[in-house]
């Protein structure tokens, strides 16, 4: 019992690496918790939604995710529409208005999809992971997705609590917040396009 324990433990340190790691994800985070301290559920939510039949495709052995042609076009594809929103995040808008008017869990299922690295860690790091995993049966394959998945619910939901507990600062800071989130998904953007051709 104390191998599968271990295994679990190891799952949770490389998972919160990975997911602390600064993103698209991380932006989309701190962007939509100023409005709304919980929408860090809604963005881990909408994360599993890609994540979850990602970790299903790998344990059936389907690594296509890593080859250069599904990079390139998740690359092209994610990097358009993160350029897309990134935009979004510089527009002035009224101060009644929702400064980043996107359902949360679209932006959690956005930022993941649009990640082409987010499934070459699942076709790599990943798929070593679910390979031990797969060794204990399907159940604890299971476990393991649970366990990944919570610490990106933990990471996001600490994300968009930190950026909504600014709230009394948030008009003198708003502007520089947004900016950079919006910055940060327009270098990913432009990075997610390129980095398949060089």
């Known amino acids: 019992m104390l ?4 295994l679990l433990g190891a799952t949770v340190v490389i ?4 997911v ?20 860090g559920i809604k963005i881990a939510l909408g994360h599993g939604l890609v994540e979850f039949p990602i970790i299903a495709v790998v344990a059936l ?19 358009i529409l993160l350029i897309y929103l990134g935009t979004q995040l510089f527009k002035p808008v009224e101060k009644e208005e929702a400064r980043f008017p ?22 790599t790091v990943g798929a070593a ?7 204990y049966g399907v159940l ?10 919570s610490c990106d619910l933990v990471w996001d939901s600490f994300l968009t609590y930190s950026s909504h507990g600014t709230l009394d600062h948030w008009e003198r800071h708003s502007r520089k917040v947004f900016a950079f989130c919006g910055a940060m998904m327009l270098i990913f953007g432009v990075w997610f396009i390129v980095s398949p051709f060089i």
């Open 129 to 135: 992971l679910i390979t031990r995993a797969l060794e």
């Open 15 to 18: 998972s919160l690496s990975g």
């Open 61 to 79: 052995g389907l690594t296509f995710i890593a080859s250069w042609e599904a990079k390139a076009v998740i690359g092209v594809t994610g990097g």
């Open 140 to 149: 604890f394959l299971i476990i393991f997705a649970v366990v990944h998945w």
């Open 20 to 39: 602390m790691m600064p993103g698209p994800v991380t932006a989309g985070a701190i962007a939509k918790g100023a409005e709304d301290k919980k929408a």
């Open 3 to 6: 191998e599968p324990l271990l």
């Open 102 to 123: 996107y359902p949360s869990t679209t932006v959690g299922v956005v930022t993941s999809a649009a990640n082409p690295y987010f499934f070459i860690w699942w076709a």
